[in-house]
């Protein structure tokens, strides 16, 4: 490969990949990737519960038959009694996804609650924090924190004493999916009853650690937020967990057997209560929140967190993958690009699957296979016009030059036979001149003259296509050709005999019309030579030719200027190439060429056998 191009390839497998990773790192193809990574790894996540997590619903059923949203406490007291009625059946924690913010309406169902869950020591209560953006000064400068806490809403200070808490904040990316979970969140001194900082554990490991004997440890996070799994999907009634109406408890139509040992989760289920959101598990159905907290505690009680590699990682891995791709791309056959192309970009979806299974560990699904798209098309565009710019470079070197099958299969092959320069070849070379032609070009009108040129010309031109020569030149009424060029040929000689044949037969029957219009005839005098030439692109870069130089050039000149009208001579090489499918007389010494020692022999080609 020669220097310039080496660059031009190394260059464009730097930079491109370079723009792409920009546009990555910047954010711009988040959307997409997360969609296609959310349905991968959801799809990995799912599995089949065991059951021991159910729900106890405020769904439409309880609203209508115990009345509109917000019911009084005394209601939730019901249900954390009736559930606890009998020890040997209670539930093992009963969490209530429900707010208990300061003194109730009713002082007396207030401390009917705070009895019932004081009497089951197995609840759990939601707090929750407000969320907004705070200016941060520090040692090391001033940042504006998107997440920070400005406000705490805990259970009122009676049941606080006799329940635990944890917060039930959750928080959506960018694109108002949720896909993490928030493990723990630091309140500020300032909304703390004894004005110190406290780090709050969410409502979901709080109900799992009251449950296990022994915890799975909790996911490793620095800032707090970890990545769900949601391994428990929604059903084909899109519902995740096991889930029944806190009226057919109340009602007593759902025995509260049904919970015996479980966690039982307390919390909205009706869309007028507002608390469902669009989650990574399935966009279009939105989970509630009590179901989110439930696949929290699923994943806690599996274990399995798995943590997203960092940016600057996947940046790398982006790059390389996309220089290499670029650099493969280059100026390659769409059918060698396409494989490449598949096996990469599954390769990598593959890649991320078995990290996923197997590691743990979360890459960007969508970029790498996106971007090695982006540049196989990009490739097949550049190299579809390159191709057509080379098309149109070797046709307009060799379109008027050779025969259209070999201008094809040129084309075929690429257009390096267009650059400058030159190789040995062993050619067959013709001449073929008009005997004859200047004595009548002197008396006839130039028009006239012209007209005649022309139709032995397009004659001898004919016969050079026809055979599948390469036609070099026209000087003056003299034609050269040459096979054996610039494509290997199975049989030059014969191919340049045949044409010169066809030239002197052609040649009768033009002259015999002309001897009718003019009065005057002609005939063509033709000389056939093989042998080692110098053939390429010869000249300067703005103005070159594809021709042929060299002694065998000169000699087919030279037996050409020697041949009489309606003759064609040959060289003893040209003989023994054509062998006995030739009828051939030797001159012997009675002709001697210009240059060449004596014992050059000559022949005439009398007659050729058809193939």
Not at 146 to 151: E, I, S, T
Not at 398 to 427: N, Q
Request: hydrophobic share 45%.
């Amino acid at each position: 490969m020669k220097i310039p191009e080496l660059c031009k390839r190394l260059a464009s497998a730097l930079l491109v990949p370079v723009a792409l990773c920009a546009a990555a790192a910047l954010g711009w193809l988040d959307s997409p990737d997360y969609f296609v990574s959310d349905a991968l790894y959801q799809s990995l996540s799912e599995t089949a519960t065991d059951g021991q997590i159910v729900i106890l619903g405020i769904d439409d059923y309880a609203l209508n038959t115990l009345g509109p949203w917000p019911w009084p406490r005394d209601v939730l007291a019901d249900v954390i009694s009736t559930l606890n009625a009998d020890p040997q059946t209670r539930p093992a924690v009963i969490g209530i996804d429900v707010l208990f913010t300061g003194d109730g309406n009713d002082p007396a169902a207030d401390a009917y609650l705070v009895d019932a869950a004081r009497d089951a020591g197995n609840v759990v209560v939601a707090s929750s924090a407000t969320f907004g953006s705070q200016l941060v000064v520090g040692d090391a400068g001033f940042y504006m924190d998107d997440r920070a806490v400005l406000g705490w809403e805990t259970p009122f200070p009676a049941l606080a004493a006799v329940t635990s808490t944890g917060h039930i904040n959750a928080m959506a990316d960018r694109d108002g999916v949720i896909r993490r979970g928030i493990l723990w969140l630091d309140i500020p001194a300032a909304y703390t009853d004894d004005a110190t900082p406290r780090r709050i554990a969410s409502f979901a490991r709080t109900v799992y650690e009251l449950w296990a004997e022994t915890p799975n440890p909790p996911p490793d996070t620095p800032d707090g937020f970890f990545y769900l799994p949601f391994p428990a999907h929604p059903d084909g009634n899109g519902v995740c967990f096991e889930e029944f109406s806190v009226a057919e408890l109340l009602e007593g139509s759902l025995s509260p057997d049904t919970f015996a040992g479980k966690i039982v989760l307390v919390g909205p289920f009706a869309p007028g209560l507002l608390d469902s959101y669009p989650t990574s598990a399935d966009r279009s159905a939105n989970m509630y929140g009590v179901e989110i907290q439930a696949n929290m505690i699923e994943a806690f009680r599996r274990g399995f967190f798995p943590r997203t590699v960092s940016s600057s990682t996947q940046i790398l891995l982006l790059f390389a993958a996309c220089a290499f791709v670029q650099a493969f791309f280059y100026d390659r056959r769409v059918r060698a690009a396409v494989p490449v192309w598949i096996l990469t970009s599954g390769g990598w979806v593959a890649l991320c699957a078995v990290l996923y299974e197997r590691a743990a560990l979360i890459l960007h699904v969508l970029w790498t296979p996106l971007l090695i798209t982006v540049l196989f098309i990009l490739s097949v565009i550049t190299n579809y016009v390159h191709a057509q710019r080379e098309r149109r470079r070797v046709t307009d070197t060799f379109g008027r030059y050779v025969d259209p099958a070999v201008l094809k299969e040129l084309l075929d092959k690429g257009g390096a036979a267009s650059e400058l320069g030159g190789t040995l070849r062993e050619i067959a070379v013709l001449f073929v001149d008009i005997r004859g032609f200047t004595t009548m070009s002197e008396a006839l009108d130039p028009p006239t003259v012209v007209e005649i040129i022309n139709r032995y010309l397009t004659l001898t031109t004919e016969c050079i296509m026809r055979c599948h020569g390469t036609l070099d030149k026209f000087v003056g009424d003299c034609t050269m050709a040459f096979w054996n060029a610039p494509l290997p040929q199975n049989d030059p000689v014969y191919s340049a005999c045949l044409a010169a044949m066809d030239m002197v037969e052609g040649s009768k029957a033009l002259g015999d019309e002309l001897q009718a219009r003019f009065g005057r005839s002609v005939s063509f005098g033709v000389g056939v030579h093989v042998g080692p030439a110098v053939v390429g692109n010869i000249g300067a870069p703005k103005r070159m030719d594809y021709t042929a130089i060299g002694d065998t050039v000169n000699t087919a000149a030279r037996l050409e200027a020697n041949a009489p009208g309606g003759k064609i001579l040959i060289s003893r090489a040209v003989a023994d190439a054509l062998g006995d499918r030739a009828t051939v007389t030797s001159l012997g010494a009675s002709i001697k060429l210009k240059g060449k020692a004596d014992g050059f022999e000559i022949l005439t080609l009398d007659a050729l056998k058809a193939e």
